[in-house]
């Protein structure tokens, strides 16, 4: 870690702003740094925590915020090229080494019914965003900002 890296994080301790860290040669658990620290900087990493937050995601609400989603993912993946909404769009089962594509979806706003077809199998959304990731490895939803 860099000088400069070290005078940002305990400035930022000295802001009130919550700081995490871990041993060095250990177990890669961060926890909070609760009152005066040591600054042991030869067998502790030291980290803002805010700065490294993972991104959380949740379920999509129907089918319109997914098709949305994916086609942002895929203007972004492919600079904004024509392509069609699920070209190439492929999921990865969590438990299995299996991937499956995207092959239709059902939209029943009368039963708040909305599920994606896998393949041959229709699974609802929640089920999918708990047993499916994005090819890499993001999950099958949406980022929570």
């Known amino acids: 870690m860099t000088t400069e890296k070290m005078i940002e994080v305990m400035k930022a301790y000295t ?4 700081i995490e860290c871990k041993m060095i040669l250990g177990e890669d658990n ?14 502790y990493e030291y980290r803002i925590k805010s ?7 949740r379920p999509y609400k129907n089918i319109e915020e997914m098709y949305e989603d994916i086609k942002k993912r895929l ?17 990865k ?7 499956t594509q995207i ?6 706003s009368s039963l708040d019914h909305q599920e994606i077809l896998l393949g041959q199998v229709w699974i609802r959304l929640e089920k999918a965003f ?15 900002e």
Not at 81 to 91: E, I, N, R
Not at 93 to 99: G, H, N, P, S, V
């Open 93 to 99: 089962q969590k438990d299995y080494d299996m991937m």
């Open 30 to 43: 961060w926890g909070d740094v609760i009152d005066n620290p040591s600054w042991d900087w030869l067998n």
């Open 103 to 108: 092959t239709g979806t059902l939209n029943d």
């Open 130 to 144: 708990n047993d499916y990731t994005f090819l890499d490895g993001t999950p099958f939803g949406i980022k929570v």
């Open 15 to 18: 802001k009130g702003e919550p």
């Open 75 to 91: 203007d972004e993946n492919y600079g904004g090229m024509q392509h069609p909404v699920f070209s190439g769009m492929w999921l």
């Open 51 to 57: 700065e490294n937050k993972e991104p959380t995601y």
